[in-house]
């Protein structure tokens, strides 16, 4: 079980998506860089990946563990 927060991670890549501060926070650096590229895919690739982060109980930090609810 990780130690970062589902809830965390998806209210920031909802809120600050456009910079993948979401994807930092769990560690997927790629992901992130990828994102604050883009805009976060214009704000629509951010907005669904913060609610995917929100429903899904598959997220996984960098290092493979489960986000913790």
Do not use: E, P
């Not at 909802?14 to 860089?33: K, S």
């Not at 990828?34 to 609610?51: E, F, M």
């Amino acid at each position: 079980m990780s130690d970062k927060s589902k809830v965390v991670a998806g209210i920031l890549q909802i809120l600050l998506g456009g910079f993948g501060i979401g994807r930092f926070y769990t560690g997927h650096i790629g992901m992130g860089i990828a994102q604050l590229l883009t805009c976060g895919g214009l704000g629509v690739w951010a907005l669904i990946d913060g609610i995917i982060f929100l429903v899904s109980d598959t997220r996984t930090d960098a290092q493979g563990r489960l986000l913790r609810s």
